[in-house]
């Protein structure tokens, strides 16, 4: 959970590599919430040699008055990886804009009154053979 700075960094870095695809996705405006499952890379678990593994997680955001996307196709194959969650205050504090930041320059813009975040497993863990690695370069 969380509801300040701190704990939304913690939130980041725990879903950082999550993979979605955007039917995996759902904002509903009448209770004001947006969701997201992803495939989770445990980094929790991670060392630098297999086994690694995923699971299932939903990301849940509370509060949500809006959202906006830039950066995403249209194309409902497309694998989404999240890189990043920011959060930046509005003019009248607790409320502000939430930041999904993915691979591939998308975003999702969330306006929300408060930050109240959750990220839960929701199922078993998997084993995958691939470590997210951010050092390779790209030719």
């Given at each position: 959970?969380?509801?300040?700075a701190d704990g939304l960094a913690i939130i980041a870095a725990a879903a950082q590599d999550g993979l979605m695809k955007a039917q995996d996705i759902r904002f509903d405006a009448r209770s004001r919430t947006f969701?997201?499952?992803?495939?989770?890379?445990?980094w929790e678990r991670a060392g630098k040699r297999m086994p690694f593994f995923r699971s299932r997680s939903v990301l849940a955001f509370a509060g949500v008055e809006s959202v906006r996307t830039r950066g995403v196709?249209?194309?409902?194959?497309?694998?989404?990886?999240?890189?990043?969650?920011?959060?930046?205050?509005a003019a009248e504090p607790p409320a502000g804009v939430v930041t999904l930041v993915f691979s591939g320059e998308a975003q999702f813009e969330l306006k929300a009154e408060c930050l109240d975040v959750?990220?839960?497993?929701?199922?078993?863990?998997?084993?995958?053979?691939?470590r997210p690695d951010h050092?390779?370069?790209?030719?």
């Open positions: 959970l969380a509801e300040d969701g997201m499952e992803i495939n989770r890379f445990q196709t249209k194309d409902v194959d497309a694998v989404y990886s999240l890189m990043d969650i920011r959060f930046a205050t959750t990220l839960v497993d929701i199922g078993p863990a998997w084993p995958t053979r691939r050092e390779k370069k790209r030719p």
